[in-house]
């Protein structure tokens, strides 16, 4: 379907357990996520919202259902193939850098590629490309104990957009961080994930980065309850006062957040 969006998800259900110990993580979730959009989900822990980033990025398999991403869908691929998939068109980007302290920066992100077969010297040059791209070309052979967590973070999310994918998933990017190196973070993630032909999505309980998105989906115990769309508008960025970080109080108070930013 020409005018389908890059991801659709239609009546998703996902359980864990089985019987009085049943665990309902999604509730027939509907949601569509447009190429170049800023999206996030919010709402308080327990809701769904790993379990829902988890089957969009082919991590889980959901019980019913329709999951397409980029006109596939997901229930009709084998295991390899999802995991195939997952390797070419799927990005992470983690609260935890996750990075190798063993190697390091320019290596941490040649891995991808090196992973999915590329010579280690065309790897290497890539990843010194992508690395020049979030700010950090001149910090190529540091160790990640010598980097800042702002610093770590960008090598986290060099590594994550190295193999160019389709779909880029973070999860709490900014949590770990303070104000400052935060707002860095997401301003990086809009110049550089938010572009026609890649789906962009971000779990967080971060009200700080509410004012980046472009749309706002409100979860709460396995169903996404509230949409809010926004205009980005880069002159709030920098004037807008920090708030604490770390999840509202309740869901009045997450829709008032959300809408309010």
Do not use: W
């Not at 997952?86 to 992470?92: E, K, P």
């Not at 700080?208 to 949409?227: C, H, L, N, P, Q």
Request: glycine share 10%; aromatic share 4%; hydrophobic share 40%.
């Amino acid at each position: 379907m020409a005018d389908e969006p890059p991801i659709r998800l239609r009546g998703v259900v996902k359980s864990f357990g089985s019987g009085s110990s049943e665990v309902h993580a999604l509730r027939g979730i509907n949601l569509d996520i447009s190429a170049g959009e800023l999206f996030m989900l919010v709402g308080p822990s327990g809701c769904g919202k790993t379990t829902l980033i988890s089957v969009v990025a082919g991590i889980l398999r959901h019980d019913q259902g329709e999951v397409r991403l980029f006109g596939e869908d997901l229930s009709r691929m084998s295991d390899r193939c999802k995991s195939d998939f997952r390797a070419r068109h799927v990005g992470f980007v983690f609260q935890q850098f996750n990075l190798v302290p063993t190697l390091n920066v320019q290596e941490n992100v040649a891995i991808t590629l090196q992973i999915g077969g590329q010579s280690r010297r065309r790897a290497m040059d890539r990843a010194a490309e992508t690395l020049d791209q979030v700010g950090l070309g001149d910090r190529l052979g540091a160790m990640p104990s010598a980097l800042s967590g702002g610093q770590q973070q960008r090598v986290a999310i060099a590594r994550s957009i190295i193999h160019d994918p389709s779909i880029l998933v973070c999860d709490e990017p900014t949590s770990a961080l303070d104000h400052e190196k935060g707002r860095q973070v997401m301003e990086l993630l809009r110049a550089i994930a938010i572009r026609p032909g890649r789906a962009l999505i971000i779990v967080t309980h971060d009200n700080r980065t509410y004012k980046f998105s472009d749309r706002i989906a409100t979860m709460e115990d396995g169903y996404i309850v509230r949409f809010v769309r926004r205009r980005f508008d880069p002159e709030s960025v920098d004037d807008a006062p920090a708030q604490p970080a770390g999840p509202p109080a309740g869901m009045a108070a997450i829709t008032a957040l959300a809408a309010a930013h």
